[in-house]
């Protein structure tokens, strides 16, 4: 079975900076696109960010644009989401996801397969 376990969330300080990791197992990897969502108390999922099975393709949400990176790393069944000058309204719990079928990209919830528990982002003011 699918799993995708994150990790690297934490406290940070308005500016600051955090790295995501999000090791997945049960499928191979390099045949799927991974996402990040993100989920604030009160608010729905959102989309963050995803990219290719590859890694050639990178699509973002407009406020995170300039200032979050996605990566991954196949070789270590890995897909990272760099965080610089990070805001209070970037606190949230993140998760990762992975689209139910293979070599296709897509910043729709119901399109993932499988998701992570998440890790909490916290940003103070």
């Known amino acids: 079975q699918v799993q995708l376990v994150e990790s690297g969330g934490g406290l940070v300080q308005a500016g600051g900076s955090l790295r995501l990791s999000c090791t997945a197992s049960?499928?191979?990897?390099?045949?799927?696109?991974m996402d990040w969502f993100r989920q604030a108390p009160g608010k729905e999922r959102e989309f963050v960010a995803a990219i290719s099975w590859i890694g050639d393709y990178t699509s973002y949400t407009d406020s995170v644009k300039g200032r979050f990176t996605i990566s991954r790393e196949n070789a270590k069944n890995t897909v990272y989401l760099q965080m610089n000058s990070l805001k209070p309204e970037d606190t949230a719990v993140y998760y990762c996801?992975?689209?139910?079928?293979?070599?296709?990209?897509?910043?729709?919830?119901?399109?993932?397969?499988?998701w992570g528990k998440g890790t909490l982002v916290t940003v103070s003011s």
């Open positions: 996801a992975t689209t139910r079928a293979a070599r296709v990209i897509s910043a729709a919830p119901g399109t993932m397969g499988y």
């Open positions: 049960g499928r191979t990897f390099s045949d799927y696109a």
